[in-house]
């Protein structure tokens, strides 16, 4: 069921807003207040409604719930003057007050493929992790259980139309059952939180794997997601029958010992700051030419939308700014699970040094170079076929280690 109201859709099942026709990137926590409301249109919702739906029952303040209201309101084009739709209601609680109409949704078309199957579709859903925060996940596909580490830029709807990720998912899925998600302050899982540690991380992978009920599976871990994947491996060898690791590294940029890299990380910081979500910014620009220099414009083009739809650009300061001083270089010993480790010869996001690095720190682990200048392989270049072929004769062919 979809939401319209003024110059305004809600669409649940795809956690969009959609304004003047077209989508509106807003925090998952104002997206679920804004369904809360429209869903119970003209009703008052009290406060105490608006913790238990929203913050599932944990006590905020009251500065919290008026700064969603206001991030609701301003989604909307509504203010706290005005109240044409968000009514307040003085210290009982809100009412949606604007004329809502119900329409059935709509699927959208999808052309990738001419016959459909389970996985041209996903439901995503969501599990909290230890400290409350709340992470979306979603599986597809079928056959042997695979789970994608989150990382950096991802958006679990966007993805899935995305001419980067889709092809990628795909392939993924002709093969295997995927359970991916959008880690912690990106995509569609909360924004607003304080803890971006590894160890958060790796509880945001633990609550998804429990919460889709999965035993044993093989583990993919691509860029920073290497990283959270081998602590996971670490913590949990009995449930990681396989462990992918692609474009990852064993320590991030601000704490390698090579002065240029840090120096690297630091500008991509400031140019983040500055150019975030904005197409033709300088940052636009040299993210492309790091991550795909030899995409074509349209996925080019797609990084900047990914980027608006993803996260802000404060949370996308303090998460690079995070996940480049993780180091897992004490812990690549520990891993007992067989490993797989490919990397891009002229990756320019994590150099080729870090996956050697990694291959030989994990004991048997078989390392695989790629022919590729990208960091994200792209479905129209010859590494394309070499990166499924490989990891689907290593998740196949591999005997676990038990």
């Not at 995509?187 to 919460?211: I, K, P, R, T, Y």
Request: hydrophobic content about 40%; proline content about 4%.
């Amino acid at each position: 069921m979809r939401y319209r109201f003024g110059n305004c859709e809600l669409a649940p099942s795809s956690h969009e807003l959609i304004v003047d026709g077209k989508p509106r990137p807003v925090e998952p926590q104002v997206f679920d207040l804004l369904h809360l409301l429209v869903r119970k249109s003209e009703q008052l919702v009290t406060y105490d409604e608006l913790l238990a739906e929203i913050w599932n029952g944990r006590i905020v303040s009251d500065s919290a719930i008026s700064a969603r209201l206001s991030a609701a309101r301003a989604a909307i084009g509504d203010d706290g003057a005005r109240q044409e739709f968000i009514k307040t209601v003085a210290r009982r609680g809100v009412r949606f007050v604007g004329s809502v109409e119900t329409v059935g949704e709509v699927p959208k078309p999808d052309h990738s493929r001419s016959e459909k199957t389970e996985a041209d579709h996903q439901r995503v859903k969501f599990c909290n992790s230890r400290d409350g925060t709340r992470i979306a996940y979603a599986t597809t596909g079928s056959g042997q259980a695979l789970v994608k580490a989150g990382h950096w830029l991802t958006h679990l709807d966007y993805d899935w139309r995305s001419p980067i990720w889709r092809p990628f998912l795909n392939e993924l899925n002709r093969h295997m059952r995927v359970t991916r998600y959008d880690q912690r302050g990106n995509g569609l899982s909360d924004w607003n939180v304080e803890d971006f540690s590894l160890e958060s991380f790796v509880e945001d992978l633990e609550a998804v794997v429990d919460a889709a009920g999965l035993e044993r599976f093989a583990l993919y871990g691509t860029s920073q997601g290497a990283a959270i994947a081998i602590a996971y491996a670490c913590r949990h060898p009995h449930r990681v029958s396989h462990l992918i690791l692609h474009g990852g590294y064993q320590k991030g940029r601000l704490v390698r010992t090579s002065a240029s890299e840090r120096a690297e990380g630091e500008a991509i910081l400031t140019l983040i700051r500055y150019g975030w979500g904005r197409p033709g910014s300088p940052f636009i620009k040299a993210f492309s030419s790091m991550f795909i220099p030899d995409g074509t414009r349209q996925e080019i083009g797609s990084l900047a939308e990914l980027q608006k739809l993803t996260t802000s650009p404060e949370n996308a300061v303090r998460l690079r700014e995070a996940v480049d001083r993780f180091d897992v270089s004490g812990l690549l010993r520990q891993v007992t699970c067989p490993t797989l480790v490919l990397h891009s010869r002229d990756d320019g996001v994590h150099p080729m040094d870090q996956g050697r690095k990694l291959a030989a720190g994990i004991g048997g682990a078989e390392f695989v170079m790629l022919e590729s200048a990208n960091h994200v392989i792209l479905q129209h270049e010859p590494a394309w076929s070499v990166l499924f072929d490989t990891m689907m004769r290593f998740v196949g062919s591999t005997k676990d280690r038990t």
